[in-house]
């Protein structure tokens, strides 16, 4: 048995019971299993003892939406109107793409990641058993899909199903339970309905959720109206694509009846402000969303249209913008934003009941942020303070299932100077190539 | 005679001829004297040495709106309608302020803007002394003003102008030119005409610019022009304010005619997107500004609404918002943003022909950014990189007049822990005292 007493630290619990604590926590194996202002009892003789003052002790964040093997292109395409960047500067590059340079992207990926305070991800892209590997090697958690874009002839969609079905049941439940798999058809306007209906079938077949971009531009939404007489709303509801449980990316453009009829179907979203500012897609109804009782998550999209990995700006942005936008200071309070990269995560990935929270039964997947810090002083509000002054950069440590991951800002699973090389190697061939 | 030979280093210089140089600085006492690709010549022969490569270096930010003694109030009231946040939060701790108090929040200021590579700052507030001996102290330039709110009795607005003007004598010029100063009427809103007047009148005996909020809200724009007839820009047109080099902070209410006339009239705006979305007062129209000729820079605004002072932060929502808002992806560019931080602001402070540019004859105010790590990997363009994934946090060394005054993150010339510790205190007394 392992066993970690945290003492004197200030914890941000993300649980309403008790939002801060000042105290202490304890970590056994890979649980928490105290938590509490109290000097906990009944430690292990051999229980190693950490030192918590100066730190902020909460759950590591859930970046629910990314394709983190196109870190490698990060910066080789801005300001650009959204086909000239897609289909100019993307696809090309993409196309170009190795074993090893999905690897070298993703390894990239996670690093920037852990060290920012993700502890878990959804990625969707391909050469899906690259990213798995670089998740059990890193020790986070992934919630990985292989992402399929079906305008292509029915022998190439067969494949690509098939090349889904099969890393999906691969990897379900791998590198003790880190790992899990989701289905996801690209988009309704890169796959026809009746292969959108086969990956319904499919999940419903292996009993696992849905994952699809959905309503990211206003374009595409006009599209579908006129192409299918619905927007995309209904059009996947119409697919049964609602039947399963469902993470929906962007969401940006939605009316109110969508709005509705998300919540009724109990369908998560991942907010993801950056991409959608940067690609000029627009602001999605976030302040809305949440009044109906939609779970509300917060996803970077790749570090081709964000581009970083930092979590903490969706939050703050999510803080900020949706204030500025409706005219109303209390839209999206601090709380609220931190719920988003964290509990609501958590529960957008279907994880709500063990990631997410500090808290006593659940996975001890938390990161200690270094408060000693001119941009945190005074110490007045330590949620205000990560939502509106905080940053990746002052993450200082990370655990994920009760195993240190990150040790003074440094990855202890991984090694970073080689990933740099590589991902520099890598993008260099891209290019040159 | 003091000099440092940079080499082989990444240089932004911020000039539209050579926007990047892969090679050389020279730095003689205070200024620049070299930068290009090839060695330097005619060095002296006691020439520091320092290597420049995983390093980019780029122009100290100018933070063109602030308030620094309020950082002390960072985090003390959030997500609050206006006059609740101001009345029932701001001012009446404000008012408890003590000399003392003012010194440990500028100072906290003055640490955390120099860390985040703020080399010049605009800062309006009272007991302005403090602000300045602080300045004066951490080797940073300030651009410094007495703000002076004139809802009060005659004798009162007297002592103030007389205290604005006595400030703005005494320190003018000072710290071996680093502090120039301003005069300020707080606003529009706050200040009868008659005493804008008077500002106005003393800024032509002086021979001082002028600074003032202005239109940061619509209840203001719309009170105006109940009062007074006329929007504030017409408004302050009318009163004489714009016959002095202007600068006006927040400027979001703005109508075509206004942008124009500010343009005609060569008045500088200081765009301070965080604190305009956190306290829901809109976002100002950049796209347009700059369309209209108007020098456009970036203000953090006080850390009781943004809540920190990384002026980063400030130039990548000013690339990011304007996309979002208006649906073009190529609004205000990455190498655009950037200026709005660094040449721009040096504009906007009546100083663009000495700083805010790595170039020959420029003084030697810059900043060096760690570039080793994987959020700037690959390194595929690094104006793209500093604007979209870039952070203060980066910054690893700080030059103002040629003078080391952050080295390794840590200020050269304060006492950042004593700073810290006062900043503690002073906030504690405020609360209970």
């Not at 196309?95 to 993700?118: I, Q």
């Not at 500090?358 to 939502?387: C, M, R, W």
Request: glycine letters at 8%; a negative charge.
């Amino acid at each position: 048995m392992n066993q970690l007493w945290i003492k004197n630290g200030l914890f941000v619990t993300m649980d309403d019971t008790m939002p801060t604590v000042r105290g202490h926590m304890v970590i056994t194996d890979d649980r928490i299993t105290y938590i509490g202002a109290e000097v906990p009892n009944q430690l292990s003789p051999h229980t190693v003892i950490m030192d918590g003052s100066r730190l902020a002790f909460m759950p590591g964040l859930v970046n629910t939406h990314g394709h983190a093997a196109m870190t490698l292109l990060r910066g080789y395409s801005d300001d650009q109107k959204l086909q000239v960047w897609l289909e100019e500067k993307m696809w090309p590059m993409e196309a170009k793409y190795v074993d090893a340079d999905t690897r070298a992207g993703s390894a990239l990926a996670v690093v920037e990641m852990l060290k920012t305070g993700t502890t878990a991800f959804v990625d969707m892209y391909d050469r899906m058993d690259q990213v798995a590997q670089t998740v059990e090697q890193g020790g986070l958690r992934g919630i990985l899909t292989r992402g399929v874009i079906g305008l292509c002839p029915e022998d190439v969609q067969k494949a690509k199903l098939e090349d889904a079905l099969s890393f999906a049941r691969d990897w379900n439940g791998k590198a003790n339970g880190r790992i899990t798999t989701l289905l996801s058809p690209h988009a309704p306007y890169t796959c026809p309905p009746a292969y959108i209906e086969k990956f319904v079938q499919a999940a419903h077949d292996m009993n696992l959720p849905l994952h699809t971009h959905m309503s990211e531009t206003l374009a595409e939404v006009e599209q579908n109206v006129k192409e299918y007489g619905s927007r995309p709303v209904e059009h996947l509801d119409k697919l049964g694509f609602f039947s399963r449980p469902a993470l929906v990316a962007h969401a940006v453009h939605l009316n109110d009846e969508e709005i509705a009829l998300l919540a009724e179907r109990g369908v998560a979203v991942s907010h993801n402000p950056v991409s959608n500012l940067k690609l000029a897609s627009g602001i999605a109804r976030v302040p809305d969303l949440l009044k109906a009782g939609v779970t509300v998550s917060l996803g970077t999209d790749s570090a081709a249209s964000n581009n970083n990995l930092d979590l903490f700006e969706e939050i703050r942005l999510s803080a900020l913008l949706h204030k500025g936008i409706s005219g109303d200071p209390t839209a999206v309070p601090a709380w609220e934003a931190l719920k988003l990269g964290t509990t609501y995560g958590a529960h957008a990935v279907w994880q709500g009941d063990s990631i997410g929270k500090l808290k006593e039964g659940y996975k001890a997947d938390f990161v200690a942020i270094n408060l000693d810090q001119p941009h945190f002083y005074p110490l007045t509000d330590i949620v205000s303070h990560l939502v509106y002054s905080g940053s990746g950069r002052d993450v200082l440590h990370v655990w994920v299932d009760g195993r240190q991951v990150v040790q003074d800002g440094v990855c202890t699973q991984l090694d970073e100077e080689k990933i740099k090389y590589e991902a520099a190697a890598s993008f260099d061939r891209l290019l040159h190539g």
